[in-house]
């Protein structure tokens, strides 16, 4: 299991009450674990409702957390988001932004909690995915953080140059085998 890898803000984006972001990921016999948390003003951000855990599109329009995986030496990929409302998505891609489909998934549990006061706190999502993640992965992690105002922030593990594009494969920075 890695430690959890902090992410870092776009350029473009504004700073706000979320002071830092960190994930991390692990395979499972099933599929794979991956943890998200918030720290900072948590109370000061925008948060979808709780809601059932159903699939669920255009996730990203607000506060959501995204794994995107690829199998090394492919150019297909997998993304899930994965809402604090305890809704979820999960696509496949042939190539860049190419082919979007709903991708086959067993099951996705998701647990968020979250506290926080005067703008200080934190949010901590946890995902547990059954599907089918061939391995090894480059692995990209990412969070969208809706401001009050509505203006979104954007954290990856790296970004490549211009504005912050999530499909890109310079934000999979991390590789994941099976244990």
Not at 119 to 127: D, P, R, S
Request: some cysteine; charged content about 20%.
């Amino acid at each position: 299991m890695h430690g959890m890898q902090p992410l870092m803000l776009h350029q473009s984006c504004d700073l706000g009450p979320i002071k830092a972001v960190t994930a991390n990921i692990h395979s499972t016999p099933t599929g794979c674990a991956a943890e998200f948390r918030l720290d900072g003003g948590v109370d000061m951000i925008a948060l979808p409702p709780d809601g059932p855990s159903l699939r669920t599109d255009d996730l990203w329009k607000t506060t959501c957390f995204e794994i995107f995986w690829q199998p090394i030496g492919g150019t297909w990929y997998r993304e899930f988001n994965l809402s604090p409302s305890g809704r979820w998505a999960a696509y496949d891609f042939d190539a860049f932004r190419d082919g979007m489909r709903d991708a086959p998934v067993d099951a996705i549990s998701l647990s968020c909690g979250h506290a926080a006061a005067n703008g200080a706190g934190e949010l901590v999502l946890k995902a547990n995915i059954s599907a089918e993640l061939p391995a090894p992965a480059q692995v990209a992690l990412n969070a969208i953080v809706e401001h009050a105002d509505g203006s979104l922030q954007f954290w990856a593990l790296a970004f490549g140059p211009g504005k912050a594009e999530f499909h890109s494969e310079a934000c999979r920075q991390m590789i994941v085998d099976r244990d």
